[in-house]
């Protein structure tokens, strides 16, 4: 592939039964990988419902957490649970559920039909995505289970959270609803603030078995602007007659791939000489997220040098050296790396 071209890989269950999520795929060189499906019908195909066309912009993994809140979408069929799909990337990927844990390994995943929000995490990075179902799954063109659609966003993981966020609701005449759902520790919803407005306290329900509690705001079409005193996500979505939108209101793109997947503490080599001595510290294996800060906890009779790695290096190193060259010294050190480990 050239600059500025595109390639599409397409299945149908008219001739093939696969369904390609899960699917992995690298590059060379940087990409933008867009996931797509025609003619989606939610709870399930074949029900009378709405069909739409899903698509959205595929995070790469190294923006992947193992943290995610899902809350249901405020929609009017409430007797009608909201989709959430996870995928793994890696095999022995546990995920920590209420209900219980489940394991996948690379490419798999599995669904969760829910009223209810709740926490997931994980061992290892997973990719999430939220559905809205279809319109008239019960009710006639005229009643309020004619609004939505399906559309699907992919959920920011807990790690990418921050504290303001400027979006759209849609301004078209399409739309005649619209709505941001607010996921916040509990102790900080009082400090969320859309357009210069405080949200009361009572929008918001806490989410059993966390320490965050959610909200559905409602909002005219046109631009906004959400902040609060600590780090927080958003979805945006809207309905009108069997039509919708939904998306992921912003995140941050921090590399967390190193930070969940590092597992041991930095290696550590010395070559000790009569008057001197360097101690080299290592984080060298794949997903080593890399030595962050060195320090001296106490030194006896010796100077020494310790260089500050920049965030994330990969190699440095202690030199010290007698100040006294006929007595003997000691150095007491520590090294941590970006994950914490020291």
Known sequence: ???????????????????????????????????????????????????????????????????????????????????????????????????GTRLLHQGQFFDIDSIVPMEVKSSKPILCAQYEVSAGLGGGVDSNEAYGDPFMAFLPPVQQYQREYTFISAPFPTFNFHWVTVVIPTSCISTVMVDTVSVPDTTFRIIPNSNFSFGYIPLAPGSHHIRADTAFGILVYGYGNADSYGYCGGQDTRRLLELIMDTSPRSTSSAIRCDSAFITFYEDSLYDSGIDIVGIVASQNAHTTVPQPQGGAHRTEIQGTLIDPLADGALSFTATDRKGLT
């Open 1 to 99: 592939v050239n600059k500025g071209e595109t390639r599409t890989v397409i299945t149908s269950r008219l001739f093939s039964k696969l369904d390609i999520t899960g699917t992995r795929i690298s590059s060379t060189k940087k990409i933008a990988l867009f996931s797509f499906h025609e003619r989606t019908a939610l709870p399930r195909p074949g029900n009378l419902g709405t069909r739409d066309c899903l698509i959205e912009q595929t995070p790469p993994l190294i923006l992947l957490g193992n943290r995610y809140v899902f809350t249901p979408n405020n929609s009017w069929r409430k007797n009608l649970p909201t989709l959430v799909r996870i995928v793994a990337y890696f095999d022995s990927t546990a995920i920590f559920l209420p209900t």
